[in-house]
């Protein structure tokens, strides 16, 4: 039961070219809320579908589950196509967006379920209900009922109901969607350690990216239907290979321009008359491709005064300053009126009383040239 | 204090109605148990003779426990046949919910004396079922014993009482959560076991509610017997009938009718224990 999760292996659900669209309503056209969708998922990693609502991503996760039947392509769980497979017979279970406990039954019914279902003998039932709440925190909630306990509590009951079965891979639903932020933060550390003591294959939902970044292995970028980006929380936040997954995940600014040079991964992009950047080009952008660069406001530096001559060094004025606590967000405009966003750690503001930009102020900032990305979309 | 005022006038007009022309008159029932006689000078006398008289004639309680078991096979069949009824327009077909709803409510607007006249047409000797058995051979002669009977009452009342029973039902699968019904897929269940283990229970109030909605008025049910039931059809609210109209003996009248009356509240506290609504409503 606490093997690390191996990231090698067969996969423990892939989705083959998987579309699901929906007869269309009173519209012209039909939906496709999942428009040709490949993934490979590895035996024990977390694995996360995160996009805006309306991306696909529940749909594929009720693909996995059964609840969905895809329009075309195949949905695969260890090897085995799922085509005609029910939700009941598949060896995966899910914890739903809200928790879909059953109202009419104890916690420890609830959570026994799964095993009543199967027939599994009485002492062996309940000796592991009770392991199962101890593994959600909770040993002494057995006799209540659903709508007694806390949300919170409900949401890991939800859990140890779906973990009771110790299925092959685990279907997660926005399932933190309801609760309040600590309690959301706490339960984020949480689910990752269960998920890495218990070793099964996590497949979470969310459109959350904070939620994404801190518990996944590995997460995929959905939105209008497709997969955008697969890859690790660092690659996808350090390397977004385009303008939506660049936006979606964290904050970031653009500068729209055209590839006037290029020079292996790096290149030079006009972005205004006689004013270039030097960006890093990992999207096989070629001179004179209409192309975005995406600086990540805390990759900016900023200079009070003119520093010494550097690439991407760029005299600005300060529109406004916003004060956030653990660091200042100075809203600036380029020479030739882009606007960008710049996040200051406040180091020195106990040390200097002019620590503090002021609008109206002049100043300079530069980047590396590895930190700002050209995309081609 | 504002909260108070506002629950007396909310429950207030209910209350007094209720007061006025429910508990009273069941006091003044209760207390005319214990007169002589209905009118004049025994009116004044009061005694138990009558409860003596009503334990005394055992084909009282005799019919009281039949109606009793009519009453309990019309509800349990107004349930069996309005479950998949109710459970079809809840959970298949979609949209076209309200105009089915409308349909299964509609007979109910016709008048409730048309609806079982109609019946004697269906059942009667000369009637729709007896054309059709005669015409494919099935009986050579026309026979009336399916008028007259107590299988017409029951017949009768379970068709009157579908819409009623239907409509709870329909109310308590409406209000289950469509994801628990995955979450049970999920955990295993084929879909009748589902059924069994998640549905079933937790349309229970509605499945009780309907139950009783037949339940409460067969009991006491007159009407139908005397259009239908024929001799052999006579239930125990045609002798409470004949006690008031043609026997003049209010004060047995208002035994037998305060003895279906505990009957009915025995029977119901009982269902509830065993049933245990309140778990199921508290959910």
């Known amino acids: 039961m606490t093997t690390k999760p191996t990231l090698n292996g067969l996969p423990a659900v892939e989705l083959r070219n998987v579309y699901k669209t929906y007869p269309a309503g009173r519209s012209e056209h039909e939906v496709a809320a999942v428009n040709g969708v490949n993934l490979s998922l590895l035996s024990g990693e977390f694995f996360t579908l995160l996009g805006p609502s309306g991306c696909g991503k529940t749909t594929s996760l009720r693909m996995i589950a059964g609840f969905e039947t895809p329009t075309a392509g195949e949905v695969f769980i260890q090897g085995q196509p799922m085509s005609h497979v029910p939700p009941y017979r598949r060896p995966v279970n899910t914890v739903f967006q809200n928790y879909a406990l059953f109202p009419h039954l104890t916690i420890e019914k609830n959570v026994a379920f799964g095993l009543t279902v199967q027939k599994v003998p009485k002492a062996e039932q309940q000796r592991r209900v009770r392991e199962a709440l101890e593994l959600v925190r909770l040993p002494t909630v057995g006799q209540r009922k659903p709508t007694q306990l806390s949300g919170g509590q409900q949401q890991r009951v939800a859990l140890a109901r779906a973990l009771i079965n110790r299925p092959a891979v685990l279907l997660l639903d926005e399932p933190l969607g309801a609760l309040d932020y600590k309690l959301r933060q706490a339960m984020q550390l949480e689910l990752k350690a269960l998920q890495h003591e218990v070793g099964i294959t996590f497949v979470y939902v969310t459109h959350d990216q904070e939620e994404a970044l801190t518990m996944s292995d590995r997460i995929a970028v959905m939105s209008a239907g497709k997969v955008l980006q697969i890859g690790t929380p660092i690659e996808i936040y350090e390397r977004p290979n385009c303008r939506f997954v660049a936006n979606f995940i964290g904050e970031t600014n653009f500068l729209d321009g055209r590839v006037t040079r290029t020079n292996g991964n790096r290149c030079t992009v006009q972005v205004a008359d006689g004013l270039e950047v030097s960006g890093s080009n990992y999207s096989a952008a070629a001179v004179g491709d209409q192309v975005t660069v995406s600086i990540r406001p805390e990759k900016i530096r900023i200079h009070e005064s003119r520093p010494e001559p550097q690439p991407n060094l760029f005299e600005v004025a300060v529109d406004r300053v916003a004060y956030i606590g653990s660091d200042t967000q100075l809203f600036m405009t380029m020479p030739y009126g882009a606007k960008v966003r710049v996040y200051d750690q406040n180091e020195l503001s106990t040390v200097d009383e002019n620590y503090f930009y002021a609008a109206g102020d002049q100043a300079w900032i530069s980047w590396r040239p590895e930190n700002a990305l050209v995309l081609k979309d | ?283």
Do not use: H
């Open chain 2, 1 to 283: 204090m504002e909260n108070r005022k506002r629950i007396a006038v909310l429950m207030g007009p209910p209350a007094l109605f209720l007061l006025f022309l429910f508990v009273l008159p069941l006091a003044i029932m209760a207390v005319f148990t214990f007169r002589a006689g209905s009118f004049g000078a025994q009116r004044e006398v009061f005694t138990l003779d009558n409860y003596r008289e009503f334990l005394a004639n055992p084909s009282y309680l005799r019919l009281l426990w039949r109606s009793t078991g009519i009453a309990f096979i019309v509800s349990a069949l107004s349930v069996a046949l309005a479950y998949p009824l109710a459970y079809f327009i809840a959970f298949r077909v979609g949209s076209r919910k309200v105009i089915l709803l409308t349909i299964l409510v509609i007979p109910a607007w016709t008048s409730y004396l048309l609806r079982i006249l109609a019946w004697r047409l269906i059942l009667g000797s000369n009637g729709v079922l007896n054309s059709i058995l005669l015409a494919l051979g099935l009986i050579d002669e026309a026979t009336p014993i399916l008028l007259y009977s107590m299988t017409a009452v029951t017949i009768t009342l379970t068709y009157v009482w579908i819409p009623f029973v239907a409509l709870p039902i329909f109310a308590s699968l409406e209000r289950i959560n469509r994801s628990v019904l995955e979450a049970a897929a999920d955990l295993g269940c084929a879909p009748w076991q589902a059924f069994l283990r998640i549905t079933l229970p937790l349309s229970m109030p509605g499945v009780l509610g309907g139950f009783f909605f037949a339940f409460i008025p067969t009991l006491g049910e007159y009407v139908t017997p005397l259009l239908v039931g024929g001799a052999k059809g006579v239930m125990y609210g045609n002798l409470i009938q004949d006690q008031f109209l043609r026997g003049l003996n209010w004060p047995l009248g208002s035994i037998m009718s305060l003895a279906m009356l505990l009957v009915a509240l025995v029977l119901m506290a009982l269902f509830v224990r065993v049933v245990r609504v309140s778990d199921l409503v508290e959910g």
